[in-house]
T-cell receptor, first 112, second 115 residues
Framework: DQQVKQNSPSLSVQEGRISILNCDYT??????FLWYKKYPAEGPTFLIS?????DKNEDGRFTVFLNKSAKHLSLHIVPSQPGDSAVYFC???????????FGPGTSLSVIP | GAVVSQHPSRVICKSGTSVKIECRSL??????MFWYRQFPKQSLMLMAT?????????EQGVEKDKFLINHASLTLSTLTVTSAHPEDSSFYIC???????????FGSGTRLTVV
């Protein structure tokens, strides 16, 4: 049973525009939701997180929105840059030191 | 920031041999470390959770006798792939929580190829 879902395997966006990556989850007990950026043959890099008690968290060009009633979160990147091209994983975990569960990932291509 | 150093970055071994992968937390103590594997174009699948000084907890379907995990100190966890076969070829990544921070730190990964 997939607890974290990313239904779009890929996304193409023009440079300067907004990228919106979506994620759905099934486990209402998750405490934190996380977004990671990953390049091939490298470990994931942590981007931004949001606590389950918040509905928005912003860090520079990255904003994550959480809709608990819909069990849905999204990552907004604005403006999108070619260097943002990578695979983005939505992930979730319970309390501190709990395991992190990953979604299948969305490959983002930002076209110059 | 918190760094997890993972070695080797890539290894090729013969079928039937064993390979050890090391993960070290460089500037924090990792009482817990997580081991993942990733097949091409797929997600990161959690294999096991290692806790310093105790036995690792394996996810369903992961053979504990094949993937030996040791977490002997607060800064070092190792994964040994025993009697490796070509189907064990994959990208293995470790991760550790750097204190109370929400996002865990990941190693750079190990590309294992079994020939």
């Amino acid at each position: 049973d997939q607890q974290v879902k990313q239904n779009s395997p890929s996304l193409s966006v023009q440079e300067g525009r907004i990228s919106i990556l979506n994620c759905d989850y099934t486990n209402s007990m998750f405490d934190y939701f996380l977004w990671y950026k990953k390049y091939p043959a490298e470990g994931p890099t942590f981007l931004i997180s949001i606590s389950s008690i918040k509905d928005k968290n912003e860090d520079g060009r990255f904003t994550v929105f959480l809709n608990k009633s819909a069990k849905h979160l999204s990552l907004h990147i604005v403006p999108s840059q070619p260097g943002d091209s990578a695979v983005y994983f939505c992930a979730a975990r319970g309390t501190s030191y709990d395991k992190v569960i990953f979604g299948p990932g969305t490959s983002l291509s930002v076209i110059p | 920031g918190a760094v997890v150093s993972q070695h080797p970055s890539r290894v090729i071994c013969k079928s039937g041999t064993s390979v050890k992968i090391e993960c070290r937390s460089l500037d924090f103590q990792a009482t817990t470390m997580f081991w993942y594997r990733q097949f091409p174009k797929q997600s990161l699948m959690l294999m096991a959770t290692s806790n310093e000084g105790s036995k690792a907890t394996y996810e369903q379907g992961v053979e504990k006798d094949k993937f030996l995990i040791n977490h002997a100190s607060l800064t070092l966890s190792t994964l040994t792939v025993t009697s490796a076969h070509p189907e064990d070829s994959s990208f293995y990544i470790c991760s550790a929580p750097p204190g109370q921070a929400p996002g865990y730190t990941f190693g750079s990964g190990t590309r294992l190829t079994v020939v």
